[in-house]
């Protein structure tokens, strides 16, 4: 898939704002107002610009996620981008550098608005149906279950609300038409609604599925709807793009690699709303009909995930996060490669799992106790493995062995990894890796940036749950 178009218009140089219309939206924006400006460049021209945004009918302000509402007077972009320089917190996490960002307008949902609660609004999706409404509830627990946080978010009933400034934060599925007033070409944006005091109190979130094809496991010619749904989210909530090409929140999005959290997602969410994050799913029951896999949810046969089948080459497990790797379990006839992830103690992993060494370095990865048997691609012949070969009742990736081969990656540990509940100890390559995944072709979200001017506090790195 050819990456979407980012901006409204190339870029050469700022314009001024020379007037400004502000006036009700239409369609699927009925409710929000839109600002219409004449923007006029140095030499002269002038061009017309939408964007949804400015005062509202409710005493507050809607912005667009990441873009200008413009003001006679102003100098800004030719495509209203919102260019304030992400604000990066002294003596936080300096190698590397914060890179998170704020929303604008900056703000923070107040603690009596926790948990916010989302809905399915407006049309049902066309590519993936009712089953969005698991993925909207698995990607708010990605958020919620951070251990560092007090943000909470949850989902509630359908509704047939219109978007706007109603208390009701819907997400939309733009199926007929993708609105006036939104980024053309955009695959997802987010309008935000806050009152007078710069506390949110609305955001909703419009899918582009009129011009683009969704699934549940970003297969070729397709975008993972989960890794829309956590990006978004994140600009929900507050955050904006991230400067960082490895966070959730940057820009774009590839694959299944914005399911999971980064480091940068979590100093960010952990700054906005410090606290103490939500138990994950061996607490909380997954939505039908996903599964609880070393304490967060999959659907069976998930690819790149922990206990998914893995091969060593650059990108396989992405959606267990970008310091996850591919682990050896089993010996002889049972010996495969999966999916570990990224670990500091057995409270990171979940029920039925460990956290253990796998290079003589260390890097810990979370480990079935008994060789992914309790993983979403378990089996009992191969035809049931959607990647992979089944062995022992779990499907997994190939060892140096099977290649034929010397891994030239692989390293003996001292410790090992236990092949099953046993101490036996096995190998590990100390490379990131992970196995391509369909749909691993890169896209534009909604363009954020954002700024701040306090730290709440300093954020102590813990291991996501």
Not at 220 to 246: C, K, M, N, Q, Y
Request: with cysteine.
């Amino acid at each position: 898939m050819v990456p979407a178009p980012l901006f409204l218009a190339p870029i050469d140089d700022t314009v001024t704002v020379v007037a400004v219309e502000v006036s009700q939206g239409s369609g699927p924006l009925a409710d929000e107002p839109i600002t219409i400006a004449t923007l006029r460049a140095r030499d002269g021209a002038e061009h017309i610009a939408r964007i949804v945004g400015g005062p509202n009918a409710h005493g507050g302000f809607t912005r667009l996620a990441g873009y200008v509402v413009p003001v006679v007077g102003m100098r800004v972009r030719a495509d209203l981008l919102d260019t304030t320089p992400a604000w990066k917190p002294a003596g936080v996490l300096p190698t590397p550098r914060t890179s998170f960002a704020l929303n604008t307008p900056a703000g923070t949902w107040p603690d009596t608005a926790l948990p916010v609660t989302f809905v399915l609004a407006g049309s049902t999706s066309r590519d993936v149906g009712d089953e969005a409404l698991a993925e909207l509830d698995v990607a708010t627990r990605t958020w919620s279950n951070v251990d560092c946080t007090g943000f909470r978010a949850g989902v509630g009933a359908k509704s047939t609300a219109p978007a706007g400034d109603d208390g009701i934060n819907g997400v939309y599925f733009q199926n007929q038409e993708w609105p006036a007033g939104l980024v053309a070409g955009a695959i997802g944006q987010t309008v935000v609604h806050v009152d007078a005091s710069g506390r949110y109190r609305d955001a909703d979130i419009h899918i582009n599925s009129k011009n683009f094809r969704f699934s549940l496991d970003g297969q070729d010619g397709t975008i993972d709807l989960r890794s829309v749904l956590v990006h978004e989210l994140g600009h929900a909530l507050g955050l904006g793009h991230s400067t960082d090409p490895r966070a959730t929140m940057f820009a774009t999005v590839q694959g299944l690699r914005s399911r999971s959290l980064e480091k940068d997602d979590i100093v960010g969410v952990c700054t906005l709303y410090p606290g103490e994050g939500e138990p994950g799913c061996d607490s909380s029951p997954c939505p039908s009909p996903l599964l609880c896999v070393a304490g967060r949810c999959q659907r069976r046969g998930d690819a790149t995930d922990v206990c998914s089948p893995c091969e060593r080459v650059p990108g396989a497990c992405d959606a267990a996060g970008d310091d996850a790797r591919c682990i050896d379990i089993g010996e002889g006839a049972t010996a495969g490669r999966v999916c570990g992830r990224a670990c500091e103690n057995d409270t990171d992993c979940g029920m039925g799992f460990h956290c253990r060494d796998t290079t003589t370095s260390g890097d810990r990865q979370c480990v079935s106790e008994v060789r992914c048997a309790n993983g979403a691609n378990v089996c009992t012949t191969d035809t049931d493995c959607r990647l992979g070969t089944c062995r022992a009742g779990a499907c997994v990736g190939p060892t140096t062995e099977d290649a034929g081969n010397v891994d030239p990656a692989a390293t003996p540990t001292e410790a090992g990894v236990a092949a099953d509940a046993s101490d036996t100890p096995v190998h590990e390559a100390g490379c990131t890796c992970s196995m391509p995944s369909g749909g691993s072709h890169a896209a534009p979200l909604g363009l954020v940036t954002l700024t701040f001017a306090t730290l709440a506090r300093a954020w102590k790195r813990r291991s996501r749950r």
